[in-house]
């Protein structure tokens, strides 16, 4: 069935041109004799404009495109169109390719591979439809997020160390390489890498063992490690001596002076035995020192190879901004003598508020002495257990008026106390400070060792520091000795106040004790069972070690 598109009247033989559409593509010439006039007749695939024009559509064919992956900027093979005033409009979605009006093609990232169907083209009016086939070359993509590991994450001297290659390769198969180092040094050229490998080499304690892989010429990072003694370690011992704020005693400079001479009595006698005392000093020393011009024995010990730091009693009231500025009150007060590398860590200042977040806060690195006192700022539900209950430490049982627990060490078991450890790891919602270091192992207060600290509140008890105290210090040594980790820091330490040392007629009494325990802690020290460490010092190995 044909259509009467018009009527061509006119005289004489001529020619008529129809351009054709739809089902009759490209042009007619129909030649006409005579005079008269004439149907004209069309084949479909067309449209007329108001003014009687005809409106043909586009004239496309089934095509092919080669293209490789994830290549840009192609076009698909153009369309014609009748009238050259027409904008034409291209569409298509195959799989992953997209036909954009604009006729450019579009890969989706990363595909390849063969995609047919129906793509097509219009002029606003009339919309043709031809079939495409898109072939798409793949590429190899270079292999991304590469890394390499290592395990045991601590590695001795006897360790068969295994190194694990990963990456992210989006076209599979890709074929990965690794190398060993030895304190930097490359061992042979890069080898095939399968199943994780174990080092086959000799390790040797204070050198680092480093490991790397390779793929589509894409080097991972380098996993470097420290190679540790295969040895156990020895215990690491350590001796605090606060000087405390409550010095209302020293009213002249004679009574400072013979403070002074205690306090050196005490750092010559440790050096002399080859062993450490950390001196903690809180803010009244640094300023009885200077109101009376004299110098603080802080650098006299550092220059003696004992270790400083910071007394923090501060208290146990106030917000935790207000414990952090009274933290770094303190702390600043001993910078100024001995300097900031020196002063890490501080003791004291435990109490029902956030003092653990406070400490951090006001930049200090590490804590010692942490008591049960602590736990007042930590819920119930994450307080170690009460050994006399079967429960949890309450705020009762643990605060200063309970006469009891405050003092007593954390965390309360045997041996995992003698461990240094973040406090992160012992607090589910830690405060702010969760990165500060617990220089958890003491022992408690040196007089009241034997008897317990929950003993010695009361005035009429007679805990005087006596051998029942070295005996009980030689005990934990030789019963941590024997459940102690062989590879992991430790840290043994108890606290010594400088009124034992000042006060007569007691302080020759207890220089004698101190010395007869110092002569047999040099026996431990010979046998390797201890060594003797700062405060600063354990800090220090504990972070290495991490």
């Known amino acids: ?81 009748d009238n050259p005033d027409d904008s034409l409009a291209y ?47 793949c590429v190899d993509d270079p292999a991304a997020g590469i890394s390499a590991s290592l395990t045991p994450s601590l590695i001795t001297s006897d360790s068969t160390p295994a190194g694990t290659c990963t990456a992210l390769d989006i076209d599979g198969g890709t074929s990965m390489q690794y190398k060993w180092q030895l304190d930097g040094v490359d061992q042979g ?7 994780p490998v174990s080092y086959a080499g000799t390790l040797v304690a204070g050198t680092e063992l480093g490991f ?44 400072l002076q013979r403070y002074n001479n205690t306090l050196q009595r005490v750092i010559d006698t440790f050096a002399a035995y080859g062993a450490k005392i950390t001196i903690e000093s809180e803010k009244a020393y640094p ?20 270790g400083v730091g910071t007394h923090c009693d501060i208290g146990t009231t106030g917000s935790t901004q207000e414990l952090t500025e009274q933290y770094r009150t303190n702390k600043s007060v001993v910078d100024a003598i001995v300097g900031e590398d020196n002063n890490l860590g501080c003791s004291g200042g435990w109490g029902p ?7 951090g806060d006001a930049g200090f690195s590490y804590l010692d002495a942490p008591v049960l006192l602590a736990y007042q700022s930590i819920p119930v539900d994450e307080r170690p257990i009460n050994p006399d209950t079967g429960s949890n430490f309450t705020d009762e049982e643990i605060a200063v008026m309970s006469g009891k627990y405050f003092h007593d060490p954390l965390p309360v078991t045997t041996p995992d106390r003698f461990y240094p450890k973040r406090l992160s790891t012992i ?51 030789e019963i941590f000795n024997g459940q102690k980790e062989p590879t992991t820091v430790n840290l043994m330490y108890f606290h010594m106040p400088i009124l034992e040392f000042y006060m007569p007629p007691t302080q020759d009494q207890a220089f004698a004790i101190l010395e007869s325990w110092l002569g047999q802690m040099q026996e431990k020290v010979s046998d390797g069972t201890i060594q003797w460490v700062t405060m600063k010092e354990a800090y220090e190995k504990f972070v290495l070690a991490e």
């Open 189 to 195: 050229p890069l080898a095939e890498y399968n199943l």
């Open 287 to 306: 300023r009885l020192a200077i109101d009376y011009g004299q110098e603080t024995l802080l650098n006299y010990a550092l220059a003696n190879k004992q």
């Open 427 to 477: 607090v589910q919602e830690a405060p702010v400070g969760e990165g500060i270091v617990l220089l958890t192992g003491s022992l408690g207060e040196w007089a009241t060792l034997s008897e317990g600290r929950k003993n010695c509140q009361e005035p009429s008890s007679d805990c005087k520091l006596d051998d029942h105290d070295v005996n009980y210090i030689m005990s934990q040594i």
């Open 1 to 81: 069935m044909v259509e009467v598109e018009g009527l061509l009247f006119g005289f004489g033989p001529r020619w008529v041109i129809i351009q054709g559409g739809g089902n009759m593509s490209g042009k007619r010439a129909i030649y006409v004799l005579g005079a008269g006039f004439f149907f004209i007749f069309g084949c479909g695939g067309g449209s007329s404009s108001s003014d009687g024009a005809i409106n043909l559509a586009p004239v496309w064919q089934d095509f092919t495109v080669d293209l490789t992956e994830d290549e840009s900027g192609r076009t698909v093979p153009a369309a014609t169109d």
């Open 91 to 137: 569409a298509g979605l195959l799989d992953s390719v997209t036909i954009n009006t604009d006729g450019s093609i579009t890969l989706q990232e990363n595909y390849c591979g063969t995609t047919t169907g129906e793509v097509s083209v219009s002029d606003g009016t009339e919309t043709t439809t031809v079939n495409a086939t898109v072939n798409v070359t």
């Open 212 to 255: 790397y892989c390779a793929a589509d010429n894409v080097v991972s990072n380098v996993f470097v490690t420290s190679v540790k003694d295969v040895s156990p370690q020895a215990i690491n011992f350590a001796v605090m001596m606060h000087l405390e704020s409550q010095l209302n005693f020293i009213t002249d400079l004679s009574s």
């Open 353 to 359: 508020n956030d003092f653990l977040g406070a400490a």
